[in-house]
């Protein structure tokens, strides 16, 4: 059985959601509930533009309660679909610019052509 603490971040299945929040399952003992002002900071009309019943997603734990195996969960200021971001790099600018589209087009374009025209 894992051990769940306060602060913790967890990953779960989302098995149920309801106007007042998503609930959450863990293992064979433990399940959650993310309730709905602890999704985002910001308003939430419907929880589905969140998440989705089946979605597997991260949940940081607020609170347990040992005696019902039942976790307060939050995602607002988590990254709680696991999406890692590439780090974002700056395009580098040559000295032609535009030039090199401008002396390939023609070639692509009668390339094209020869291709299409053979079949």
């Given amino acids: 059985m894992t051990s769940y603490s306060k602060g913790k971040i967890v990953k779960g299945t989302v098995t149920g959601i309801e106007s007042y929040g998503v609930f959450l399952s863990f293992d ?25 019943i089946g979605d597997v997603v991260y949940a940081k734990i607020i609170d347990v309660d040992e005696e019902q195996s039942h976790l307060k969960l939050s995602i607002k200021d ?8 590439s780090p974002r790099r700056k395009i580098k600018e ?24 053979k079949n």
């Fill in 78 to 85: 988590i990254n709680y679909k696991g999406k890692k971001r």
């Fill in 28 to 52: 064979d003992y433990y399940s959650g509930l993310i309730h709905i002002s602890e999704i985002s900071h910001g308003f939430v009309k419907n929880i589905t533009d969140y998440v989705n």
């Fill in 94 to 117: 040559t000295s032609l610019g535009f030039e090199t589209l401008a002396m390939k087009l023609p070639i692509w374009i009668d390339e094209k052509i020869k291709n299409t025209t």
